[in-house]
């Protein structure tokens, strides 16, 4: 195990801002483009680390802080010896500093106030209150001991027009310097490695507010750069055209993390090919369990790569008739474990008599599909 946390740019496509980037951390290295499947209770849904590690994943987003302080809380973790111990997974991880959720609890009213101080949220079993701030972020995040961690922000609410985003804008500021002090006493995890820290940044779809944000978390010069608010991944058309006017901006040497990217393979497509290079998102294992499993073929075109099947989609719904006698996989060609071992007909019968087994075989084929195109992204940029 390595004690430090670097990035290098191996290659940038001719035609477009899509690259490869080398991150290397105290757990291994990862090439870019990649995808994160999203473990916030310390479990990737219906998968175990070795599934994982066959589907393709390089790096997961383990353990979110806030998930982590209510259960199992932070005792149980460090006794572990952290995460990479807890949940068995050995290769390089992000966590989350638990913004995203309390900005969550904050809009279901009465589970969580947002001051200039942080976040005020209630247990939901015993009652308690915990006071989460950039500080007790960064040091929750010390004890899970992630290679990579985030900067704890204020997420930008897309419906509260300008005065909210800049409210967001201004906290999320603030708190980056006092998660930079943090981390910068110590910048090692709990267990000895160092650990990368991004800063977010914010804005809203105000291109102004979003320029003053990348030039803010340049300045305060953290390890890596990650592109947040409600937004990112929500809308993709927004999503898109941010990415578009920040990306210019950045360093090429910084990694570019796009935040709960991935409902669809195609949004990995279109957010790689304005620059970015890691994202997450509960997308496809949550949509796997629902029923609806990616399908589609990577096809090239002068402008780039497309993920379709032959109904112009991305999946099929497992659930409907016309699969309980399909004898076909999922996917032609698909290297899954799934696909080579059973059919659409047997996977439609577990879904609809609600078996538990369906749920990990659903899970590992989106899983593996969304990293088989983060893998053509890569060959394409490569050959460019």
Known sequence: MSNFFSSQLIKKHKGCPARIMKMTTPHGEVLTPTFMPVGTQAIVNYMTPMDLAHAGSQIILGGNTYHMLINPEMEIIEKAGGMHAFMGWDKPMLTDSGGFQVFSLAKKGGLCRIDDTGAHFKHPMTGKITHLTPVTSIQTQKIIGADIIMAFDECTPETGGREAALAALARTHQWLLLSKEAHE????????????????????????????????????????????????????????????????????????????????????????????????????????????????????????????????????????????????????????????????????????????????????????????????????????
């Open 185 to 384: 006493k110590n910048p090692n995890s709990l267990y000895g490695y160092r650990q990368a820290l991004f800063g977010i940044i914010q804005g809203g779809s105000f291109s102004d507010l979003r320029e003053q944000s990348t030039q803010f978390i340049l300045d305060a010069q953290t390890d890596g750069i990650a592109l947040g608010g409600e937004v990112i991944g929500y809308d993709m058309k927004k999503t898109v055209e941010i990415l578009s006017h920040v990306v210019p901006l950045l360093p090429e040497n910084k990694v570019r993390y796009t935040m709960g990217v991935g409902l669809s393979p195609q949004d990995l497509i279109d957010v790689v090919s304005q620059g970015a290079d890691i994202f997450d998102c509960v997308a496809p294992t949550r949509n796997a369990r629902h029923g609806s499993l990616y399908q589609g073929n990577i096809i090239e075109t002068k402008d780039g790569l497309l993920f379709r099947n032959d109904e112009n989609n991305d999946h099929i719904l497992i659930k409907k008739s016309i699969y309980a006698k399909d004898n076909r996989p999922i996917q032609e060609g698909c290297g899954c474990t799934t696909c080579a071992n059973f059919s659409r007909a047997y996977l439609h019968y577990l879904f609809k008599t609600h078996k538990l087994g369906y749920a990990h075989l659903a899970c590992t084929h989106n899983v593996h599909v969304m990293h088989t195109v983060c893998a053509r992204l890569r060959e394409w940029i490569e050959r460019s």
